[in-house]
């Protein structure tokens, strides 16, 4: 037995290819809200690494409690240990909830280090170099994917987008320490290897909800040992904030994966990156302009930013027939 991939994903048609983007780039904005969430919290907790760990555990908690509601789901989790049972899905495919730990843990490390800025580039850089070769691997639920010139260029230009999106936006703090820079750009390595398991456990489970469970439980115990390093460094925060809506990080992170899961299948993994990210800068946008942070304003090349992102998607959606 092996994993089913879907048979239109090598040739989706034009509609279903846009279709995917623009769920992948709503997925994008759930996640730019969860980053406000998140980082207002963490804020309040003095404790990144803490306010990721909330974060996760929210998310699983409202997935095991839908679980038994939801007949098709269960029906999946029998698909996914049979799949596992007869070596159509590794194990190892089951762990990029670890990477989401990762990528949340480096920014509790980094940011204060390289400033939000250089640190959003280096996740970015690092997410769509690697987006290429898995593609290119077949790691991901829609086949190999080859590495053409219009990928290349719509992935080169996404960074760009980015490194204009955030120029207005954040500075190094201690230039000294720019090679912390790796650390975020493994980070965004590890994304787009998530995007591919995720999307095979999509797959094997015939199921959206049960690789955001998987994702979820694997990424909040990754996330429970960091957190308990990091208590012992520098102790438990003094309260927790009572404001309800800072604990309502984990349904956006939902809504992400959910979206990730659906749309790789379709558009790969670096349309689904680069969608993501065109969503997120969007999506920051729109919080600028409606529900400002303090010590935040709109600028002109966030703006930029989002059309140099989303034409990057649309050269890098350009198929080129082979001769």
């Known amino acids: 037995m092996t994993t089913p991939a879907l048979s239109s994903a090598?040739?989706?048609?034009?509609?279903?290819?846009?279709?995917?983007?623009?769920?992948?780039?709503?997925?994008?904005?759930?996640?730019?809200?969860?980053?406000?969430?998140?980082?207002?919290?963490?804020?309040?907790?003095?404790?990144?690494?803490?306010?990721?760990?909330?974060?996760?555990?929210?998310?699983?908690?409202?997935?095991?409690?839908?679980?038994?509601?939801?007949?098709?789901?269960?029906?999946?989790?029998?698909?996914?240990?049979?799949?596992?049972?007869?070596?159509?899905?590794?194990?190892?495919?089951?762990?990029?909830?670890?990477?989401?730990?990762?990528?949340?843990?480096?920014?509790?490390?980094?940011?204060?280090?390289?400033?939000?800025?250089?640190?959003?580039?280096?996740?970015?850089?690092?997410?769509?170099?690697?987006?290429?070769?898995?593609?290119?691997?077949?790691?991901?639920?829609?086949?190999?994917?080859?590495?053409?010139?219009?990928?290349?260029?719509?992935?080169?230009?996404?960074?760009?987008?980015?490194?204009?999106?955030?120029?207005?936006?954040?500075?190094?703090?201690?230039?000294?320490?720019?090679?912390?820079?790796?650390?975020?750009a493994v980070a965004g390595l590890g994304l787009a290897w998530q995007s591919a398991v995720n999307g095979q456990v999509r797959v094997a489970a015939d199921n959206v909800v049960v690789p955001t469970i998987v994702n979820f439980l694997v990424g909040t115990s990754a996330l429970l040992v960091a957190a308990v390093v990091d208590v012992l460094i520098r102790g438990l925060p003094e309260s927790l904030p009572t404001q309800w809506w800072l604990y309502t990080g984990g349904t956006m992170g939902i809504v992400a994966i959910m979206t990730a899961v659906t749309a790789v299948r379709v558009i790969g993994v670096l349309l689904l990156g680069m969608s993501s990210v065109a969503g997120q800068l969007t999506g920051a946008v729109l919080l600028d302009l409606f529900v400002p942070a303090e010590g935040t304003e709109l600028s002109v090349t966030s703006l930029v930013g989002i059309v140099l992102t989303m034409v990057a998607v649309g050269i890098a959606a350009i198929q080129v027939r082979p001769r």
């Open 10 to 184: 090598h040739h989706p048609t034009a509609r279903l290819r846009a279709a995917g983007a623009a769920l992948a780039a709503l997925g994008g904005v759930g996640l730019a809200v969860q980053g406000r969430i998140n980082g207002q919290l963490g804020h309040q907790l003095h404790d990144g690494v803490l306010a990721a760990l909330i974060s996760f555990s929210v998310g699983s908690v409202l997935l095991l409690a839908a679980l038994p509601i939801l007949p098709a789901a269960r029906a999946g989790v029998g698909r996914l240990r049979e799949a596992l049972r007869t070596i159509a899905l590794r194990p190892w495919q089951l762990l990029g909830g670890t990477c989401g730990a990762f990528l949340v843990t480096m920014q509790g490390l980094t940011v204060s280090i390289l400033g939000v800025a250089v640190f959003t580039v280096a996740v970015v850089a690092g997410q769509v170099v690697s987006s290429l070769p898995v593609d290119r691997a077949g790691l991901g639920p829609g086949g190999p994917q080859p590495i053409t010139l219009p990928r290349a260029v719509g992935a080169s230009l996404a960074v760009i987008a980015v490194i204009v999106s955030v120029y207005d936006h954040g500075v190094v703090t201690d230039p000294g320490g720019l090679w912390w820079a790796v650390l975020p």
